[in-house]
């Protein structure tokens, strides 16, 4: 071989060393690179898991094969009163009622062989005593699905059950104030009315007063008439005595004077009634009931506590079965007219015109009024609690928002019904369709 062939042989190998060497250096800075990238994702995602560990409020354990706490979140170790690094290496069983540590055994078995996540609840004897936890258990697998340990995350159920008896609470005592303020607007239209209830309640109690103090003059000439009788007195005399005394005339007016005070002590009684089932509480199970003369009754109640002249014409099913309470039922009618009477104060040819009728499994009573309507403004706000349009101390701004959820509790609805501006409003209540008797 030429010298020349073996230098030029020689500058290739150097070449080709100084390549591979270009290429592994280039190669080890990429390793380097990808290397140090990694390890800033590594420490990224140790700061996340740690940040995890540290804000969660649940509990969460992290243990081998062997059960011994690897990692644990801050709310465990303050629950348990230990520091993390008091923590690692103990069974987490030791932190369990004796007669919960088995079942967490059997609970972590069944999982480790079924690969899947059970859920269990057991007492953790935290540093104020026995709290119970829900724990869910899942096993920790390797990209084999070899399972390296078991991951337990807990939700401690005393603070939720404390609070959940808290809302129990809540949820009983507003169901008590909102029976209350039924019974308080009940109580309020009962006020409006009062002086009507007196003068329906005047006219026939003087009435049997009248009949009554008749009857006393009528006993009065009898007596005198029968005692001369009873004397032996002749005919003559008593003839006499008869004309004078009036006793024919007296005679016939008995009857009718005995008719009146009946009649009156009916009405008396009537009028009672109507306010005992008027101011009943309502309570108690649902009963199937006339709706018609539901309304009939609060409407007729209204209308003695008004002075306005209002003209009340039914049409429809002449009875109309609902289910419900009706002493509830008539509160919602009686707030109904109430508002129509109001919106109609001082107007001519006031009438309320009212519809009932069946719509497939439902009673419905549609009652329209001839005053000046309901704004859309108005409408959208019409059943909140405390709106009202009415001048300070005529009204509470409760009646229509309670008879809405009246309605409601009945399984039945209350709506204002769409209406043109200046034609009146109507609204809608639906109940639940009821039996006949």
């Not at 800075?29 to 740690?50: C, G, I, P």
């Not at 104030?177 to 409006?192: C, D, M």
């Not at 349009?389 to 019904?417: M, Y």
């Amino acid at each position: 071989m030429r010298t020349e062939d073996a230098h030029n042989i020689g500058e290739e190998a150097w070449s080709d060393v100084l390549s591979a060497v270009d290429r592994t250096y280039a190669e080890l800075v990429d390793y380097q690179e990808q290397l140090e990238s990694r390890n800033t994702e590594l420490m990224q995602l140790r700061a996340f898991l740690s940040s995890i560990m540290t804000s969660i409020s649940d509990y969460l354990v992290v243990t081998g094969k062997d059960l011994r706490i690897s990692d644990a979140s801050a709310s465990f170790c303050q629950a348990v009163g230990c520091a993390k690094d008091d923590l690692v290496g103990r069974e987490i069983g030791e932190f369990l009622a004796d007669a919960h540590s088995e079942r967490l055994l059997g609970t972590i078995t069944r999982t480790i062989g079924m690969k899947s996540g059970e859920t269990f609840e057991a007492d953790l004897m935290t540093v104020s005593g026995h709290d119970p936890v829900e724990f869910k258990v899942a096993p920790r697998l390797d990209r084999r699905r070899r399972v390296t340990g078991i991951v337990l995350t807990g939700r401690p159920l005393g603070e939720l059950r404390r609070a959940f008896s808290e809302l129990a609470e809540s949820h009983e005592t507003l169901k008590q104030a909102q029976s209350q303020l039924v019974r308080n607007e009940k109580l309020a239209s009962l006020g409006r009315l009062l002086a009507g209830v007196a003068h329906e309640l005047n006219n026939p109690i003087s009435f049997v007063y009248a009949n009554t103090h008749a009857l006393e003059k009528y006993l009065d000439r009898f007596e005198k008439y029968f005692e001369s009788v009873q004397a032996g007195a002749p005919r003559a005399d008593l003839v006499e005595l008869r004309k004078e005394l009036k006793i024919d005339r007296d005679l016939k007016n008995l009857r009718t004077a005995i008719e009146g005070a009946r009649d009156g002590s009916e009405r008396v009684r009537s009028i009672v009634e109507d306010l005992r089932r008027l101011s009943a509480d309502g309570s108690g199970d649902f009963v199937s009931f006339d709706l018609g003369e539901t309304f009939r009754i609060a409407a007729n109640w209204v209308k003695r506590g008004t002075k306005a002249a209002v003209e009340i014409h039914m049409d429809g099913e002449e009875t109309c079965m609902a289910r419900g309470r009706p002493g509830h039922i008539q509160q919602v009618v009686m707030n109904l007219v109430q508002n129509a009477v109001d919106s109609m104060a001082g107007q001519d040819e006031a009438a309320i015109n009212v519809t009932l009728a069946y719509d497939g499994d439902r009673a419905v009573l549609t009652i329209c009024d001839t005053g000046p309507g309901i704004s859309e403004d108005v409408a959208g706000a019409i059943f909140d609690p405390f709106f009202t349009t009415k001048q300070v101390g005529d009204g509470t701004g409760l009646g229509l928002s309670i008879s809405h959820k009246i309605a409601e509790e009945h399984g039945g609805d209350l709506r204002l019904l769409p209406s043109e501006p200046g034609k009146g409003a109507c609204f809608r209540l639906e109940l639940c369709k009821g039996q006949a008797g």
